[in-house]
């Protein structure tokens, strides 16, 4: 593939240079842009071509770019709005370190195919964790590093909520360092409905975006909001119009990748350091989670999911 992208570049770039050298072309005002847009489109090829070796373990998820320096990364199983299986948690946990590396893309956008962000873990995944103690470490493992990764990465990165966000896919969705959302989207934490401790980032951010009284309504009662209920309260930075959300991610991205980009990227990181410092919380809340799959109130709550009814949860508790 690296032979590839280099026969490309001389050939293309050897293309764009007898092109502006040439004569009859130099003074006119149509060549010089049609010359402009040329090298613009050979860029991001060869970052389509370059994406293909370093990104080409993660097949669960969908990567394009839709703007020169801006990799989009999509939940694609619309078919179960974009449910989280155990291969794509692992590969969204690890694809955060590749694009910390990448030196060719300056913003994030993430999205959800069809109707929905993401629905959260599948059933197969829940059910797993509820019947294996293996399952259940790897899981709390790699909820622990999706944070610490998304955290942790040097790229700003902005959500595009559309429809039903919950769960494990409502990570990135809420820890984005710009989170939109369309007027129809529906955000739900949802652990204590399936009968678990509120983990992912429930602990993490959501009393420093929304207040930490909004944050216990929401997480202890799973509550959904509506995109203009959670700008209101701080749990996202815009609202915006369905028709607009992507757009209005794309503008904000591609401000953030023509910008300056050590200042951009050290104030996240210093802004970030406010989360950083809730990780014991985050850690405690995690481990509760996964403590709380190993009970009985885990399996009546996906047994209620899979009967779609309401969970019949057991009244007397030793705590």
Sequence with gaps: MNSVILCLEKWTWGAVHMIAGHNSFSGSGLWQFRLRKLEGNITLLQEKLKMSDRYAAYSRLTLDYPSKRILRLTFNRPETYNSVDAETHTQLTNIWRDINADPNINAVIVTG???????????????????????????????????????????????????????????????????????????????????????????????????????????????????????????????????????????????????????????KYALNNWLRVNGPLFDTSTALEMLGFAGEEAREGLTSLLEKREPIFPQDCPL
């Design 113 to 267: 195919a069809g109707k929905a962000f993401s629905a959260g873990g599948d059933f197969e995944l829940i059910k797993s964790v509820l019947e294996s103690s293996v399952a259940r470490m790897a899981t709390w493992k790699e909820a622990k590093d999706l944070v610490y990764n998304v955290i942790n990465c040097n790229k700003p990165i902005i959500s595009a909520i559309n429809g039903v966000a919950v769960g494990a896919g409502l990570v990135v969705g809420i820890l984005a360092d710009v989170s939109i959302a369309g007027k129809s989207a529906r955000i739900v934490d949802g652990h204590t409905r399936l009968g678990v401790a509120a983990g992912d980032v429930a602990c993490i951010i959501w009393p420093l975006l929304c207040g930490l009284a909004k944050a216990k309504y929401y997480l202890l009662t799973c509550k959904p909001l509506s995109g203009e209920e959670a700008e209101r309260i701080g749990l996202v930075s815009l609202c915006v119009e369905d028709s607009d959300l992507q757009k209005t991610a794309l503008d904000v991205a591609e401000d953030l990748s023509n910008g300056a980009q050590s200042a951009i990227r050290w104030t």
